[in-house]
Nanobody, 115 residues
Framework: QVQLVESGGGLVQPGGSLRLSCLASQTIYSGDPMSWYRQAPGKERVLVARIRSGRDPELASSVTGRFAISRDNAKKTVYLQMNSLKPEDTAVYYC?????????WGRGTLVTVSS
């Protein structure tokens, strides 16, 4: 099973930016969707962004215009660029890839938006 390792989380002030990275242990077929989810304290895990070849990236309405997802298949990495961060973006962010119907998850990286 593919291993996913997230990085790039941390503490940032409101209005700031962060870029999250997710490195896969093996090459991911470009047609397999790679996604970012987040889980805030006391809430369910929700989809933030998804990307796969041949389709426009999907973004949750709460982050449209502020976040962007991209992937570099050669580097086996998917990124989440987060701009204009708000306190409500505070959460653990998880990387996900779905291969042959099987979901694979990273351990997550914590993003805290606070002054």
């Amino acid at each position: 099973q593919v291993q996913l390792v997230e990085s790039g989380g941390g503490l940032v002030q409101p209005g700031g930016s962060l870029r999250l990275s997710c490195l896969a242990s093996q090459t991911i077929y470009s047609g397999d969707p790679m996604s970012w989810y987040r889980q805030a304290p006391g809430k369910e895990r929700v989809l933030v962004a998804r990307i796969r070849s041949g389709r426009d990236p999907e973004l949750a309405s709460s982050v449209t215009g502020r976040f962007a997802i991209s992937r570099d298949n050669a580097k086996k990495t998917v990124y989440l660029q987060m701009n204009s961060l708000k306190p409500e973006d505070t959460a653990v962010y998880y990387c996900n890839v779905r291969i042959d119907g099987v979901n694979c998850w990273g351990r997550g990286t914590l993003v805290t938006v606070s002054s």
